[in-house]
């Protein structure tokens, strides 16, 4: 079970990578080519994808941090912070 957590948390955490490259240059890149919304308030794009991009950042940190729980053995398994049978 160990290894089929971490096999699942490191490719969690190289697609939340990904993601998070590719949000954080599409916001680079729309604020260096000065690109603008379309609609009539001409809103820079940077600005809206730059929340994306933050929230893909902040993401791929949690995932940083599980796996490196996991890896340490510290991270808490799904029976000790599960619900607790009551009657």
Not at 40 to 58: C, E, F, K, R
Request: no cysteine.
């Amino acid at each position: 079970r160990r290894a089929l957590e971490r096999w699942a948390l490191g490719v969690a955490l190289l697609l939340s990578a990904l993601l998070a490259f590719y949000s954080v240059r599409l916001a680079w890149q729309s604020h260096a080519f000065n690109d603008i919304s379309t609609g009539n308030d001409a809103t820079p794009l940077w600005l809206p994808q730059l929340s994306m991009a933050i929230g893909s950042v902040i993401l791929l940190v949690a995932f940083v941090d599980e796996l490196v729980l996991e890896l340490r053995g510290r991270r808490a398994g799904a029976e000790a912070g599960g619900m607790q049978h009551v009657e």
